[in-house]
């Protein structure tokens, strides 16, 4: 009885004295990844975020694969492609060796199937305008058309695939790294559901049968999520992960002390206060990625007071981003002064946004605003977040001081804030958006008439003919330059307001090799092995 | 009838100012709610401003209690939060208070049908998840603090019925009510002259344990993201803060945190004294 | 007793009707739904999505079909998961929480009523006045604040305990159990010392005393049962505090179970996860009601009115 408690304290310290997952990783080569939420699913064609897009690297291939060093495409499932002169017609020639993880051969005809499923409407996918540069593709997914066969994708033989596009676009091939692209077996889709169906349950363990580095072993809802070493992929010899396991950590304090227990490899954030902790103590673990995205804050073009220009103009002037990203954000994130981040593709925009409260008061003044006099209070609207709170209050505060307007904050929840900015019931609402592939169109496109993901009511048809003519221009330096125009315009009028570029901040075991910063934060496992 | 009631009161006095506890206790929350009233006076800094070059610092002259990563004072947020967090303790409670009295008494006096019907309402409703109800409310309907008060205090109203109910059955049975029937007082008057003075006792000291039930559900809803919505923050909202900085910026813990757990034991301790000051045989 | 337990029974299922209701329309209130995401859905792409889910139909006859479903125990797909249904992720989820709530409440009574009898025999002493000190701690002290900082002492500076997660290391119970647990063990050492005091005053007690028996016998054998009554009438309101217990705890050391489910189909606006979810905690919590009483009945006749 006595020494009870002397035992339970024995048999607690030894409880938690055990061989960390990073220490016994090493020796089998699994790999422990901290992935943020918990996936929706595995269907490449309905699912939309980050953690599915970490999971689908593993799992499937595409036709390319993304760089890990940044740069132009390598081949995947496609060993090899050429273009046409005229830019229009792409003939891939798929690995020979390409099969699926049940034995059978991946062939161009899976890849037919594959985009005429998510081109289907009734699947639902949100993803479909990732294929719209294919010619009819659109057609297709609106109904103007219903025989698939009019569309630009076809099998000439069994390992040879011929994509026609609507125009020359120069980044078609950047696009094919997406997982939206990825072919899905069609005999396994088909056994467990029909081609349209969302709810299928081919996607689970035991039925998954996918094309890439590894296979799905299991799947623990909300715990863990297993796969192992694909033995039929083409490439196998090259994979050194025996294992990789992600854990679904939404809470970043409790991934970020998992890490430092040696639970993790990698995670998928660093905790906003211990971001600028972590570089002044030149912590070895941390790592601040370039990414391809831009946080902004929208305005709302239509509103009375909003939709003069100088009054946009005078708003993104009095904005100290240099103050922001050294005093707010204080994650290495650099000030952003275009709505491309600088750099991809080797696409250098030229625009500035100067940090003048003179110029910016003149501005006002000129719209009728003298000193922020009869300026009604502006509302700024985010998700409730602590990250975009501070923000917003630096934001605040400095139209405050600078321009003596008067502004609030109202923050909701996700999916208010998201159902908000799509009605238009907004003012001014804090944005981001992360490119899904390696080029200016990914942001640029964004911004132009009629896109769903536009919602600034800005509707500028210059701009809309300078981003077609764009499109149109096989040779790159051209390109640019016409992409360059847009960019400027687009600058000129602010219906949006870049703040910074983003980037991606993570911890990272020094046990990992191969693992390659790039922008779109691709880290296909083939590379990637562990070693101390 | 009169002098019965005063000298039960001065009597639950005189047992309450000997629990040297309680009373310690009941004067820190006296100068707690003083701070508070007067805070925007007494707080030296602006609770919202942010000084962004600064950053987290640790106490000093300037910032007595330290600066959280945005610059802002502590010292001045703790007193700005007092505000917050007491009065939507106050304000939910007087809710709760509000129904659930009103409930008790009435099922209590009037008893038969009237009794068990309203008793029953209320079993029914111990039985709803009302966490759960409050976490939607709060998802769906956005952070506003009318009805942050309206959903906590709609959550505590029930123990407040009951306790009140069993209260006024069991006075209502007693010699002093029955005699006062005999002689022909009527209703209204034996309610407000001989019953509610009796309750009263009972309603403060659970009035008074409520109050930090509230708070602590309030603190939970801000951690959940759900609390009172910045810039204003609660004692809540700055432990969730505090919580998160816990290992660089410990100060941004420290001080809310034992503030809050102070306040929340000094009312504990001075409910418990009331509860034994109004009824010694509960802890004989 | 058999006419308690079905008189329970009875008014169980109309609040069960009533919460499922309630609980739909307060969802389809809600401004944004299951599909909004920052890549803004076309929409057509929008009305397909709904087309799925049966969200196009007329608001009352949703009502119809999902109540008419549920009764069978069909509470649909999950909106976020597609391919999962509502039924598997509760029964996923369920053990889990069930196993962390049962860890927490056994450590809560053992030592609980360990620290109220002491503090009950002892009465008036630094026995007495030192754990009611810390019970007091423990209902002052949010969930959210003990969790991290237990973490912090055993998890990273002593490194003794495991960080986070369930059923991944071993020990990894402990900590999430206590944290739940915390505020339990003090309400109960509070509860069973009030009850404790009451009881050994009493006749009987005195009785068993002046007939000679050990004070321990007098105690344990005697007077225990006074001790236990409040603590099991508190055990089934308790079960709604641990149910949002579970909701922080769980998020704080990654714990796949209901709670965090639940937290995050509210946030998501997944329908169907977030009125399955509801009506299920609500069967628990009259369920373990029903429990609360029947033990108490059990424990002393004089409440069976």
Redesign the interface.
Known sequence: MKNLPILAVLFLISCGKSVSPVDSGLENQVFHFGNGSEPQGLDPHVVTGVPEHHLLTSLCEGLVITNPKGGPNLPGVAESWSISDDGLVYTFNLHPNAKWSNGEDVTAEDFVWSWMRILTPALGSQYPDMLYYVKNAAAYHTEEINDFSMVGVKAADSKTLVVTLEQPYSFFIKLLSHYSTYAVPKDTVLAHGTIDDRNGEWTRPGNFVCNGPMQLKSWELNKKIVVEKNPFYWDAEKVQLNEMHFYPVSNESTEDRMFRAGQLHVTNVVPQEKCPVYMRENNPNLRIDPYVGTYFYRINTLNPVLKDKRVRKALAMSINRKQIVENVSQCGQKAAYSFTPPGISGYEPDTSIPFSPEEAKELLSEAGFANGEGFPKLEILFNTQEGHRKIALAVQQMWQQYLGIEVELVNTDWKVYLSREMIGDFQISRAGWIGDYEDPNTFLDLMRPNRGNNKTGWDNFEYDALIELANAQQDIDKRYEILNKAEQLLIDEMPIIPIYTYVRQYQLSSDVQGWDPNPTDTHHPKFVFLQR | MEQKSQSLWSDAFDRLKKNKLAVISGFILIALIVLAIFAPWIAPHSY???N??L?AVGPSSTYWLGTD??GRDQFSRILYGARVSLLVGFVATAVALVIGVSWGIVAGFFGGKIDSTMM?IV??L????????I???M??F?RNIWLLFLAIGAVEWLTMARIVRGQVLTLKNQEFVLAAQAMGVRNLSLFFRHILPNILGTIAVYATLTI?QVM?LE??LS???LGV???MSSW?TL???G???????PWM?IFP?LI??IT??CL??FGDGLRDAIDPR??? | MLQLILKRLLVAIPVLIIVASLTFFLVRLAPGGPFDSEKAVSPQVLKNLNEVYNLNAPLYEQYFDYMANALTGDFGPSFRYPGRSVSEMILTGLPVTFELAFYAIVFAAFLGLIAGIVAAVKKNTALDYIPMAIAMLGICMPTFLLGPLLVLIFGLNLEIMPVSGWDTLPGDKVLPAITLGAAYAAYIARLSRGGMLETLNQDYVRTARAKGLSEFKVVMVHAIRGGLIPVLAFLGPAIAGLIGGSFVVETIFQIPGLGRFYVEAAFNRDYTMILGTTIFFSALIIFFNLLSDIAVAVFNPQARS
């Open positions: 919202s401003y942010q962004l070059e950053g990563t945005l029953r079993d029914i111990y039985g709803l998840p009302f966490i759960i109800f976490v939607l409310l998802v769906i956005g930090p602590l603190a939970f951690f959940l993201g919505q910045p810039p809540g432990i969730r803060y919580v998160e900085s816990m290992e660089e910026y813990l945190g809050f757990t929340l034991f504990n301790f509960s802890s004989d």
